[in-house]
């Protein structure tokens, strides 16, 4: 009975001694640094369009940004009553103003308050 007690006894401290040898250094274990969350932005307010000076692609004779220059800007101008576009001009609408552009020289020809 002897010899079984002490078989096991030496098994349990065999085992966690060989636990804390394979461990990591407990160092490893430490919680990760806390990274500093930016401040919360300020309160962000819409801009008012309908007050706004008008932007510089909407003058005439200014060139129309191609970003501007896609199919859901596209306004038909029967719609909204605005004059018949020549050839290889088209009505966009920018912020609250419709803007009649020459297709080919990407530039503004007009601009109307809508």
Not at 21 to 42: D, L, N, T
């Amino acid at each position: 009975m002897r010899l079984f007690t002490k078989m096991i006894c030496a098994s349990v401290l065999g085992l966690t001694a060989m636990q804390s040898f394979a461990a990591p250094p407990s160092h490893h274990y430490a919680p990760p640094h806390v990274k500093h969350m930016p401040p919360p932005p300020a309160a962000h307010k819409a801009p008012d369009w309908k007050n706004s000076k008008p932007m510089h692609a909407t003058r005439a004779g200014a060139p129309f940004p191609k970003h501007l220059q896609q199919k859901r800007f596209e306004v038909n101008h029967k719609k909204y009553g605005l004059p018949k576009p020549d050839r290889f001009e088209q009505w966009y609408k920018v912020n609250d103003r419709y803007v009649l552009v020459n297709t080919r020289s990407d530039r503004v020809v007009r601009s109307w308050r809508g």
